[in-house]
């Protein structure tokens, strides 16, 4: 394929993905999509205004504390401390609200792609950011001023920082760094303790050969965290809110069965909730870690056990699911975590799998894979990679290391990425220049180049056989004096031209031994291999399943894209128009105190800056809230819990005038509004059993109590 059309059709998609991007940014005001497979989420009733109500409070009653309401700031702080900034701009709205969320969603759709980006080609990266961006799951709930898309924008960030600390200058350093951004965490969502394995699998694995330097940026993390939590804590005790922080865990402690199995059953059911997020997409993702467990033993299953970014996505997924299992309780925003990083799943492992069934030949194989020989240095033998633009057959020429991420890549690719990053540690500092092939010689590398004389660019011929044969260079003269040299007749025999003149040290041994010819690689030559009949056999099994799992993803995509422009094109605004209606009735039938009780009360006031209490959750009881607080008015969502008519009559009778549509949960799609008629003389009704559960002599209720 021309290069011209192949630069067109990159840019054409990435247009369609910035399109869809774009997208969620419209219609902000509107509800969460009625009549979606998630009708029944709360966080669209209230979520939005209980995470940010020290914001909202701050910039509209001048206090973020409402002593004995629900306060969880003090638990998850940094949504509403970013709310704040954000206001102080914008003024209280839920359109601001909400168009961060989706900015937090648009940093996660950037930060997945150069996540994937680091083991995979480019067109694997944009197929899972067109999975993500396309999804009617996710553009729902990133629309909403919910705490997921924050939290894996800080996971993701994390990530990316922890697959790079082997071409890190100062790996402690960043690790610090990423422990900072699990305390982030953890103070955005406390669940993101479930997602600690992911990011520990994530360093450990990509330091996996690095000696005590894994073991140090491991205890630099952890430390930066414990103390950046420790600190946060301290501050919460010192201000008397440890009761308030405290009450978030209190509420989100759900009732367990009293069966032993209850564990089972909870995993069951919150692993069949994956279905909420997609029908297709999700299964796919696990048809893929199923694939890797059947095929343990092969060399496409080894290297994504081995991928320190595969084996992080899986395992962010899994820990949302044991953290729904933990909680007996899965909401479909949950999922939206374990959604994005089944995507990123799906994608690297249908590009693992076409990888796998390439098995290419001659030139073009040794650009895609580079070629990873022995050369001598005025420091002594030192590794080299002429290395390749991986899915070409142009081949980038790379003088050091830390001018472009090709050596790791390459090591990565031949499977000796570990002895490479063991052996020599530093790989990413060295001197290790590398020359082009394919398209004739190549400029030799630049004169600040420490080794330029000795590295001469190279030309390499591909007989018809396979294998390739070295074309000698002469030595100019190395800064030492010192001539390096070369066999022209050796054969590249695998991936490794050895050099017969001057075989490596004792010491060096074994790192040359095993980089020498790596059999089980998937990037040696047919031909040279003892396996290579295993490799064939691989190509056309692997090419099926590739075909099939990157065909369903696309057909996902489409239809998902359909179903998202639906969403996107038909706004409905009923949550809105029925929080203004019910404003609107209360500012023109006064009834003493302006102030609202509702379950909804803290998005009602986000959209019209209406005082209001929850009547469901707080450190204080209900009752002693009426008494506190004095508010003239309640609502509710088309029925009444007979336990909150109970509180409320102990001081006041009820008079429902107002019902007002919204939404589309049959159970929740009527907000009803209730005068509060304090009891003359102040008295207080006494409770006895369940008489005050009932309507009342001076009630006006018109809707069931159950």
């Known amino acids: 394929m021309p290069n011209s059309l192949k630069r067109w059709g990159t840019l054409l998609w990435v247009a369609v993905i910035v399109a869809f991007a774009a997208a969620h940014l419209l219609h902000l005001r509107a509800d969460f999509p009625n009549n979606s497979p998630w009708y029944s989420d709360w966080a669209k009733y209230t979520d939005e205004g209980w995470y940010g109500n020290a914001a909202i409070r701050a910039h509209l009653f001048g206090h973020w504390y409402m002593p004995g309401d629900f306060n969880p700031a003090p638990a998850v702080p940094v949504w509403p401390l970013l709310e704040w900034v954000l206001f102080s701009v914008t003024g209280v709205s839920v359109v601001a609200a ?75 350093l960043v690790s610090i760094g990423i422990g900072l951004l699990f305390t982030l965490m953890l103070l955005t969502k406390t669940s993101a303790a479930f997602l600690l394995p992911a990011l520990g699998w994530a360093m450990v694995a990509s330091l996996r050969n690095a000696g005590i330097v894994r073991w140090r940026c491991t205890a630099a993390a952890a430390l930066a965290s414990a103390v950046s939590f420790a ?78 970014v595969f084996g992080a996505c899986f395992l962010a997924a899994a820990g949302y699911i044991l953290f729904m299992t933990y909680q007996n309780h899965p909401q479909p925003r949950y999922y939206t975590v374990v959604a994005l990083f089944s995507i990123l799943v799906l994608a690297m492992g249908v590009e693992a799998l076409v990888r796998a069934a390439r098995v290419p030949s001659g030139a073009k194989q040794l650009a895609e894979t580079g070629l990873f020989g022995w050369w001598r240095s005025p420091q002594g033998l030192k590794p080299t990679f002429i290395s390749g633009n991986f899915g070409t057959t142009e081949v980038v020429p790379c003088y050091k290391a830390d001018h472009c991420g090709t050596t790791q890549v390459v090591a990565e690719k031949l499977g000796i990425l570990g002895e490479f990053e063991g052996k020599y540690p530093s790989a990413a500092k060295a001197d290790i220049d590398s020359a082009g092939v394919m398209r004739g010689l190549k400029p030799p590398p630049p004169s600040e180049s420490s080794f ?29 004096g010192a001539k390096a040299r070369a066999e022209s007749a050796d054969k590249l025999q695998g991936i490794n031209p050895r050099p017969t003149n001057f075989p490596p040290p004792a010491s060096e041994s074994s790192f040359f031994a095993t980089s020498k010819v790596r059999e089980d690689s ?26 099939a799992l990157l065909g369903a993803a696309v057909v996902a995509a489409v239809l998902n894209g359909v179903w ?143």
């Open 564 to 706: 998202t422009f639906e969403y996107a094109a038909h706004p409905q605004y009923t949550f809105v128009q029925a929080a203004r209606q019910l404003t609107r009735y209360i500012d023109q039938h006064p009834n003493g105190n302006r102030m609202l009780v509702s379950i909804s009360g803290d998005e009602i006031t986000m959209m019209t800056h209406l005082p209001t209490l929850c009547d469901d959750f707080g450190t204080q009881d209900l009752v002693t809230k009426l008494a506190t607080y004095e508010p003239g008015w309640w609502a509710t969502w088309n029925d009444i819990d007979p336990g909150t008519l109970e509180d409320l009559h102990i001081h006041h009778s009820l008079e429902q005038v107002a019902s007002f549509h919204a939404l589309d949960d049959p159970e929740r799609n009527v907000l009803v509004l209730f005068k509060l008629h304090p009891l003359p003389g102040g008295v207080a009704r006494e409770v006895e059993g369940t008489n005050l559960q009932v309507p009342l002599a001076g009630d006006r209720i018109e809707i069931p109590v159950e």
């Open 522 to 547: 998937a990037a040696v030559m047919p031909g040279t291999n003892p396996r290579h009949n295993r490799a064939s056999s691989s190509k056309a099994w692997g090419l099926l399943p590739a075909a």
């Open 452 to 480: 330029s004389a000795a590295c001469k660019a190279q030309r390499i011929s591909s007989p018809l056989d396979g294998t390739a044969k070295a074309v000698p260079f002469q030595n100019t003269g190395s800064p030492s």
């Open 98 to 172: 909400r168009a961060m969320a989706v900015g937090f969603f648009f940093a996660d759709l950037g930060l997945a792609y150069l996540l994937v980006r680091t083991r995979t080609p480019r067109w694997a990266a944009l197929l899972a950011v067109t999975l993500a961006v396309t999804s009617p799951f996710l553009y729902s709930f990133s629309r909403l001023a919910i705490l997921e898309p924050m939290l894996m924008a800080f996971l993701l960030a994390a990530l990316n920082l922890a697959v790079r600390l082997p071409s890190s200058k100062r790996p402690v």
């Open 231 to 308: 600190g946060w804590m301290v501050l919460v005790m010192r201000a008397g809110l440890l009761r308030d922080y405290n009450y978030l865990f209190f509420i989100n402690k759900y009732i367990k069965p009293h069966e032993w199995y209850w564990p089972v059953m909870s995993f069951w059911w919150s692993l069949h909730g994956v279905l909420w997020a997609d029908r297709i997409l999700l299964p796919l993702a696990g048809i893929v870690v199923a694939a890797v467990v059947m095929a343990w033993r092969t060399d496409w299953s080894r290297g994504l056990r081995n991928d320190p």
